[in-house]
């Protein structure tokens, strides 16, 4: 089995930064793309960023220039370094990995961590 801990979530005024991080334990023989979802109170969950085994990254286009995404293979951890933030950010954020067990690879999810910018 596989667990996803995500940490760093917080109340911050809007133009403030903060810094997600999610570590990855258990049976892991290689982790594939790792992610960042977010899911605000009555919608539905939408990708953040994401970052390939290869450091390959992608972005919403609402976080663009403004969230950078980036990950340690030696600590099976990615972080999401938030800047500018807007209380449109405000939401529950999920860490996601696709993780190869050694014999099948299969998606992993955090239990989330709240994220609240006020205006």
């Known amino acids: ?4 801990v995500e940490s760093g979530g917080g109340l911050v005024q809007a133009g403030g930064s903060l810094r997600l991080s999610c570590a990855a334990s258990g049976r892991i023989f290689r ?8 899911q605000a109170p009555g919608k539905q969950r939408e990708l953040v960023a ?13 976080v663009k220039g403004r969230f950078t995404i980036s ?3 030696a600590k099976n951890t990615v972080y999401l370094q938030m800047n500018s933030l807007r209380p449109e950010d405000t939401a529950a954020y999920f860490c996601n990995a696709a993780v190869f067990t050694g014999s099948v690879t299969k998606e992993y999810w955090g239990q989330g961590t709240q994220v609240t910018v006020s205006s």
């Open 50 to 62: 994401t970052i390939t085994s290869g450091v390959g990254t992608n972005y919403a286009d609402s």
């Open 71 to 73: 990950r340690d293979n």
């Open 1 to 4: 089995q596989v667990q996803l």
């Open 31 to 38: 982790i594939n793309a790792m992610g960042w979802y977010r």
